[in-house]
């Protein structure tokens, strides 16, 4: 791009849309980056907008001047989707943040896609509903951004991913075209339901400015329990057996294997170990139910058959809300990664469940092979057949082997059928990899489509595939 | 299209696919029509492929002479969206059936398209699993269909439309392309989630010829009780209540206005009233749980105190299998529709359901002003907003003034801002009534879409919408 057709593009951003548009070193720091661990690229322009014609402007202009517009929301994405690319504009959605409407007979909520998670979830809540969202990013991501990469979380055991609570949304094409489709109703099959094109497509295909989301009835009751099995066969057990008795009851089911556990509760002096010994892997059961009167003997007894069964070698049932907290701290921990580690390498890889054993010592034998001592921690969404691993070589210090790391995995993954992002989506990151998991059949089909929908390949350019 | 052009045609898909076609009178009469009352249409020949790639070779002979194919599954669609059409090709699943894979550790199941629903249902069943899609129509629509549909049916209330329980899929393009994305993890974030194309565009985009299917827990315990409520404001007041204290465990809310309730149960001589006296409006309340110790006890806890509020005037709670069968026969006579009333117009329409009362009452004064003495029944799914009315006029006989009951009908959920099908589709009959529940926004992006997967407008052309 050169400098003349750039200040040309600029100059028609700021007649627009004025105030609303910042460029060179006016644009602060934050906007340069997500977390993905990419270094920061300043982009030509900042575009916070305050409403959907103002995004559908600066869309329009861009689609003029060929020029990248990049979304952005709380910019808590692990793998690169809000990543400002050399030459484009960022359009971030913070200054379109708010509730627009609570109807608790609907069970629903309509929002601007800026509002951060947890303000739509207090919402909920206050008005005696729950929104089935969670993640731990919540006091940073924002609404938009979870769908745009049809976020996960902890709960989707119960509630299913982002996409299963969307009942509505308004979008605006890459050619300006606003869509708005605030839909209230569970069921409406009048056409194509054209909101599941923009879910999980990460920005690539429209920016979602509003947002109409479902609301469930909030649990009475949440009881926490602390596992530690033999081994991972006893894991699918418990997951089998807790589903079947506990039903949509079982709320989370965060599996453990000793390398986190033992290093995180090793690492932080502020968490103490759930169990008194060591365990093959360890569990976090959540069971969230509406009988005050029976869940949590329902709960015991469903935990004494599985130790009396062997499933379970030991486990500890939170009686309190801080034994409640202490049990989660070892599951949320992840947060000190960066303290601990430093620079690191991560995956949100999805492998059939019954292969997962398998799969992890084969990666754990290859990366000591490869790094001897070097940590590896995996850990994970069992239920919805989701792991986590974390890597890091202190050895390489700074200069962490990304490539190396990633292939080894990756590979692994690919060659027992798994997906390479089962939640964080593809990114920059991921790109190269994105084959591993999709036929060529399917990327054509991704490409028909992001071709049908941004002609111009002006919106998220780059980003989950390279056209 | 010429007889010369339609003798080709034929004659290079008996080439290439020999006994898997049919033509003329040699057309079986069921494959001329599907369940929506429109009259019977000679294709001009039937294709009934028993793999994916006689389906591919059928779609692109297709192409190559621009002859439109409709697809067929078990042809119980009350839309229209499988009937044939003049000088196009019907292609049927019926050959494609059969449960190809059972996985009980990932709680999944993979079949052909034309596999009945029923027939899933059942080998769910056998491996200790349940498939949350149920509609009356169980024995006779294969799954293709119902996904192609987005199907309904009586519980959507807990376990959500038919899209929310596909894992993977296999997809025909109108080209011949077979995408084949058998996904079975519940997480998968690699790229655009291909298969919600598919879903519920009613066989324009793409035929499907595989499903991976989600399957859940059996519920341990199902209970049923049948309400008595004095007017609509109190059933909402039971809805509200049942989902806060029952939560997912509400596995059915069926309700049923005196129209509906005094006709079948004064018509079908083998119904039981449940109740002694008349109500305002009557309520099927299901309860699916996992507690076999504590759930009835938790649903008679619930519903004394929905007495005790005035909030339900009377109840029945079934406490045998016979009691049971007897409450929901109620409502499942919807089946003798044809015997009772003859020719019939029918609507599956969607609502804000805190609009219900108002806009019934509105459309059962204006058609009693028009037709006087007619008859229309209303019932349905409140927990998901969707509303059926069934109409017959007795003074017309067999010539029903369909259109002017749908405009009347319509036209008041379009000033209500419902939906025009909550789960039927549209097919033909609804056609022309789509713009009363999309923007003009939305169908141009309907439009591009089918353009960009059937630039040559073969598959299942002139459905949902004219291009």
């Known amino acids: ?3 003349t057709a750039k200040a040309a593009f600029i100059d028609e951003l700021n007649a627009a849309l004025g105030a609303a548009v910042v460029t060179g070193e006016d644009i602060p720091a934050p906007f340069r980056h997500d977390w993905s661990g990419l270094p920061p690229v300043l982009p030509i322009a900042l575009i916070r907008p305050r409403e959907t014609d103002e995004v559908a402007t600066a869309l329009k202009i861009a689609n003029r001047h060929g020029v990248t517009i990049v979304p ?4 808590t994405g692990l793998a690169g989707g809000a990543q400002p690319v050399a030459g484009g504009a960022v359009l971030s959605l913070d200054r379109m943040s708010g509730i627009e409407e609570i109807d608790p007979v609907m069970a629903s909520i309509t929002v601007k896609a800026g509002t951060p998670l947890e303000v739509v979830q207090k919402a909920a809540d206050e008005a005696g509903l729950f929104l089935g969202i969670d993640l731990g990013a919540r006091g940073s991501c924002q609404i938009g951004g979870n769908l745009a990469t049809n976020a996960g979380g902890n709960r989707v055991i119960r509630y299913g991913m982002a996409r299963e609570h969307v009942l509505g949304l308004e979008v605006v094409l890459p050619d300006g075209t606003v869509v708005t489709s605030l839909n209230k109703l569970i069921k409406n099959n009048a056409g194509y339901d054209l909101k599941q094109l923009f879910i999980g497509s990460e920005g690539t295909l429209g920016i979602i400015t509003r947002v109409v989301l479902r609301l469930q009835a909030k649990p009475l009751t949440v009881n926490t ?10 894991v699918l057990d418990l997951l089998k057996g807790a589903r079947a008795r506990l039903g949509p009851a079982l709320s989370a089911f965060e599996v453990m294997w000793p390398s986190f556990y033992d ?8 968490l103490r170990r759930p169990l008194g010994r060591p365990h093959g892997v360890y569990v ?7 009988d005050p009167e029976a869940d949590s003997g329902r709960l015991e007894a469903v935990m004494a058959e599985m ?9 500890v049932l939170a009686s309190s809300e801080r034994e409640t907290r202490d049990l989660w701290a070892v599951r949320d921990s992840v947060s000190e990664y960066g303290k601990l580690m430093g ?11 019954d292969r997962m054993a398998d799969v992890i010592a084969g990666i754990e034998a290859a990366y000591q092979a490869r790094w001897p001592g070097a940590i590896l921690l995996v850990y994970g969404h069992i239920g919805d057949s989701n792991l986590h691993l974390v890597a890091n070589v202190p050895a390489a210090g700074d200069h962490q082997p990304h490539d190396d790391i990633t292939d080894l995995v990756l590979g692994a993954v690919r060659a027992a059928g798994g997906t390479v992002s089962a939640e964080h989506g593809i990114g920059l990151l991921k790109k190269k990899y994105l084959h591993f998991t999709r036929s060529d059949a399917e990327l054509a089909l991704m490409a028909r489509l992001k071709a049908a929908l941004d002609p111009g390949n002006i919106l998220n350019t780059g980003k989950v595939f390279t056209l």
């Open 225 to 234: 329990v602390f596992c530690g099995c033999r081994d991972f066969p006893a």
């Open 307 to 315: 130790l009396e069964a062997g499933i379970v070698e030991d486990a």
């Open 343 to 353: 620079p690191i390498t991560a995956f949100d890889v999805g492998l059939q469940t």
């Open 72 to 75: 952005q929301g709380g910019l």
């Open 263 to 270: 290093f995180m509760t090793g690492k932080l002096s502020e």
């Open 284 to 290: 976090l059961l959540e069971q969230s139910g509406f």
């Open 1 to 3: 791009m050169t400098e």
